[in-house]
């Protein structure tokens, strides 16, 4: 059992930062896929950004790629989402997940992929 508690969001301008930190418990952190999606209004949850359990392989959407960069800390269990050059467009809820390890790398940008979430943090970025 894994439970990801989301912190760090909140009301920015355009181009500017925010970083968000997902803080994980149980034991089996360290060995999740770790992923970042967001809901904006009115719009489906959507993949942003996937982290293996070593660190090494990251993934991004296009939409983000060069602006937003995942992280983990295991001794810390806790993920990151450094979001850089904000747009009006990044306003949306974010949430982090965990995903047990075994399936396909391509397939952790599936939110059915993913068995633990978060409750979700506010981003709005105003132009």
Known sequence: QVQ??????????????LRLSCAASGRTFST????????APGKEREFVARINWTGISRAYTDSVNGRFTISRDNAKNTVYLQMNSL????????YCAASLPGRLWNDY?????????????QVTVSS
């Open 87 to 94: 747009k009006p467009e990044d306003t949306a809820v974010y």
């Open 32 to 39: 999740c896929i770790m992923g970042w999606f967001r809901q």
């Open 4 to 17: 990801l508690v989301e912190s760090g969001g909140g009301l920015v301008q355009a181009g500017g930062s």
């Open 109 to 121: 940008n599936l939110e059915a992929k993913y068995d633990y979430w978060g409750q979700g943090t």
